[in-house]
């Protein structure tokens, strides 16, 4: 019951005191009557003095007395008040309902008398007076209000959520060795002996107490911790900031107070703190990591600092536009390299003078990095545009967690935060590894741009230098990675437990080569650490190695390969300076549009089909110019250049063009020496086992049918001066033609100077692949005929009409050949594929000849 107090704040309002006894109802106890104190109307004001006693009186009953004012009631009935406990759990909670505030409490084994009580309210009230209480009173606290200084922020970043940390433990196990295992058993029997022996008693006091050896990992509960993919999750400040937490044991779910400083003890295998902060001026979402490893007996502590940047506003809108553009260059270049991978494939198909493997190889690059490089700006656009949102609902979710709401569940809280901290983590990951596949190709874009200056040998000085020195650097790099190996097994042996830069091979190989690039780097001689003779032996002899000796070889290679290459471009008769090629290649491009020169495909195989050094106008029109103006500016365009005209100007000497014509002479006597053996040879073989041989020359190629070559090879001086040469040739033609048929091929060059231009001759029999036995003796005997008639000087034609015999000979050949055309159907049948052979070795030999006499007329259109 309560009642007005007259206005007075901060008074206890309570009519009257109460003092209970209440039994465990779990064990069956009642709950027993009370005694009251009525304190009206005079309440309790603060700062006021009284002396309180309550207690259980011998007869049972309970007791309470307010200064002077007393009262009791019987508490033996409903079974009376439970027992007193003989130890210390006698008094276990004392709840004080109201604003009262106690003094210490002196307990007695029995009720007091009421002088005793009298005596003690006298004697300490002076005492009591004199502790005034809180200063101001409680009044003055309770009805005003305290300054609190607000400090200045000054932090770039805040913290968006309480820091976790994450614990993987290991197995309690033996420790591998019987000896180990010995040294701890000796180590707890002592203990136990001298620490835990009457009259002292040590609780949970094992084995474990002195020394865990772990192994593997654990999933077992620990500290009221279930691990979440092996690992115990929990907030950094409860380990920190509280001596001792209560959490349900594993065993038996009972409370049981833990200190929080045995949460890390020898079976932690390792620690992480992650922390997670917001920088509002940047919209940079940062995730620290800080790792402490305890393996192979040392700790090791390492941080890791990952980023995810927010883009919006005017920078999204930037980013975007640029972009946008890149993709668009780089559709725009996807289908340039596609255009030149179709125009070099339709060269190569037109036998064009074309390097397809290296062609092929190189657009198949560069189709590679187009298409990576656009797949990757597509994704990095939908990951730019999302981040904002991403930041947002990941912050938002962070800041509107009721942390300090006790309905829901401590283990739920750290559930929800470890799916917001995986969340991000997964966010950071897959911008990461769009990053890293950026750098990737980054780097590879910038590896064909350094290759794509091979292009001019003015600016080709690293990639040629590189095609010079490539086989001695692969060498010297196997060479390179076995001596830091070598020394960094060395190191790691002897100073891997005292230096943490030789701490593993890695690391030691990687200190080596930082001292290479900067000596004498993390291992100088004068030092020390030099005091020790193995250290100064080791340091001089691997700075020796590493710095006099691989660094030279390096320079050695590739000073000598950009030596060497520096002489093929002084060697090189067409190199000119990059601009004056650049304003070359334009300007052959635009009069090639102007004056619709042929395709410089085109140029090429006309230029690789002549035999001659020097060209004409005459020669560019037959090539497929449009008129003679147009093939005279393709002339005067590249008169230009000066190392043709120079070539050109030096021009041929009596001296070179006798030896030249010698030379062609002393070819093309050994070519009618060839043929007329080869003629005779044919002759008496049959036309299955004909076969054609390969000259030293390598001026004819092996083929499988031949009937007959050349009867006869003549030369006769014609009354003007002129040199003739008279060639029957019996090269197979095209099957179905009459068997009579000759064609005849010339070809008359006028004479120059002094020099006498051939006229060569040459008759070919068609169809002689489909001759007979009979067809071919009449064949040879009508060569011989007119090789007969060519000898004595008349006229070819002539010859041919004059001669009753030949004419009879070949009535006789036609009647033969009708008796034996059923025959030799089948034989053509399977020559069908011979005979193929023979056209093809025929058109090659044309050639042939044609090239021998473009080579003879080569002096003389030179002078």
Not at 742 to 752: A, F, H, Q
């Amino acid at each position: 019951a309560h009642n007005d107090a007259g206005g007075c704040t901060g008074c206890n309002t309570n009519t009257w005191l109460s003092h209970a006894l209440h039994g465990k109802k779990s064990d069956g106890y009642p709950h027993l009557s009370e005694a009251d104190v009525t304190v009206a109307p005079n309440f309790p004001r603060p700062g006021e003095k009284h002396l309180v006693v309550m207690g259980r009186m011998a007869n049972g009953f309970v007791a309470l007395q307010w200064d002077a004012a007393s009262n009791t009631d019987n508490a033996n009935q409903n079974g009376g008040h439970p027992p007193i406990k003989a130890d210390r759990s006698f008094l276990r909670v004392i709840n004080v309902l109201g604003n009262v505030r106690l003094s210490n409490m002196r307990l007695r084994a029995s009720y007091p008398a009421q002088g005793d009580i009298t005596k003690v309210r006298y004697t300490e009230l002076p005492k009591q007076l004199l502790r005034r209480g809180a200063h101001p009173i409680m009044q003055t606290q309770v009805t005003s209000n305290l300054k609190r200084e607000a400090k200045l922020f000054t932090e770039k970043t805040f913290l968006v959520a309480p820091p976790v940390i994450f614990q993987t433990r290991g197995e309690n196990h033996s420790c591998g060795w019987t000896f180990s295992d010995t040294v701890i058993e000796t180590f707890y029997e002592l203990g136990r002996r001298r620490q835990c022996s009457t009259p002292y008693e040590c609780q949970d006091y094992s084995q474990k107490s002195v020394y865990q050896c772990a192994k593997g990992e654990s999933n077992a509960t620990f500290f009221g911790l279930v691990p979440q993919d092996n690992e115990y999750l929990e907030f950094l400040s409860t380990m920190t900031d509280f001596p001792i937490i209560v959490r349900p044991r594993a065993a038996d779910g009972k409370l049981e107070v833990m200190r929080t400083e045995n949460f890390l003890d020898t079976l932690t295998s390792s620690i992480r703190v992650a922390a997670v902060f917001f920088s509002a001026e940047f919209g940079i979402t940062t995730k620290l990591d800080v790792v402490f490893q305890m393996t192979e007996g040392t700790v090791t502590g390492s941080y890791d600092m990952q980023h995810f940047v927010a883009m919006t506003g005017d920078d999204l809108e930037q980013f975007t536009m640029v972009q946008g553009f890149m993709v668009c260059a780089q559709i725009f270049l996807l289908i340039d390299n596609i255009r030149v991978a179709v125009e070099t494939w339709r060269d190569w198909r037109a036998r064009m003078p074309v390097n397809l493997h290296h062609v092929a190889l190189k657009t198949l690059v560069d189709l590679v990095i187009q298409i990576g490089a656009l797949t990757f700006s597509i994704l990095m656009g939908r990951h730019v545009d999302r981040s904002g949102t991403v930041t947002e609902d990941l912050i938002m979710d962070l800041q509107s967690f009721n942390w300090a709401d006790q309905m829901i569940s401590f283990d739920t809280k750290k559930g929800n935060f470890r799916t917001l901290v995986d969340h991000l983590t997964a966010d950071i990951e897959r911008a990461t590894v769009l990053n890293t596949v950026g750098m990737v190709i980054a780097m590879v874009i910038f590896v064909r741009v350094i290759s794509a200056t091979s292009a001019h040998p003015r600016i080709a000085m690293m990639t040629e230098t590189l095609k010079i020195a490539g086989s001695d650097m692969v060498h010297f790099s196997m060479l390179f990675v076995l001596v830091l190996w070598g020394f960094a097994i060395v190191g790691s042996w002897r100073f891997g437990d005292t230096r943490s830069d030789f701490r593993d091979i890695k690391v030691a190989m990687q200190t080596q080569f930082d001292c290479i690039l900067d000596p004498p780097g993390s291992l100088p001689v004068n030092s020390a650490a030099s005091e020790d003779p193995e250290y100064l032996v080791f340091v001089v002899i691997l700075h020796f190695v590493n710095f006099f000796f691989l660094v030279n070889f390096f320079l050695a290679i590739v000073v000598g390969a950009f030596l060497r290459n520096v002489q093929l471009l002084e060697d090189c008769d067409v190199e000119q300076d990059m601009v004056s090629d650049l304003w070359g290649l334009v300007k052959c491009l635009a009069l090639s549009v102007l004056y619709r020169w042929p395709g410089k495909g085109h140029i090429l195989r006309e230029l690789d089909g002549i035999c001659f050094k020097y060209i004409s106008v005459d020669d560019l029109i037959k090539w497929g110019f449009r008129n003679e103006h147009s093939a005279v500016k393709f002339y005067e365009h590249y008169s230009d250049f000066e190392f043709i005209i120079n070539e050109a100007q030096k021009g041929p000497t009596l001296e070179t063009i006798r030896d030249d014509s010698m030379i062609v002479q002393s070819k093309v006597k050994t070519l009618s020496d060839q043929l007329v053996k080869f003629s005779l040879g044919a002759s008496s073989a049959s036309p299955e086992a004909m076969s054609r041989r390969t000259t030293k020359d390598g001026l004819m190629t092996r083929t499988r049918s031949f009937v007959t070559r050349r009867a006869s090879v003549d030369r006769q001086s014609d009354k003007h001066g002129h040199s003739q040469v008279l060639a029957v040739d019996g090269v197979a033609q095209a099957p179905h033609k009459s068997s009579d048929s000759v064609r005849m091929r010339s070809s008359r060059m006028e004479t120059k100077g002094s020099l006498n231009s051939p006229r060569v001759l040459a008759m070919s029999e068609s169809n002689s692949c489909d001759l007979t036995e009979s067809e071919v003796h009449g064949q040879r005997y009508l060569d011989a005929t007119v090789a007969q008639h060519s000898g004595r000087g008349g006229g070819r034609s002539a010859g041919m009409d004059n001669n009753k015999e030949v004419l009879e000979a070949i009535q006789r050949i036609e009647a033969q050949v009708q008796q034996e055309r059923a025959v030799a159907a089948e034989e053509r049948e399977q020559a069908a594929a011979d005979r193929a052979e023979a056209v093809r070795q025929r058109e090659a030999c044309e050639k042939l000849l044609e090239a021998t006499l473009q080579a003879m007329a080569a002096p003389r259109e030179s002078i």
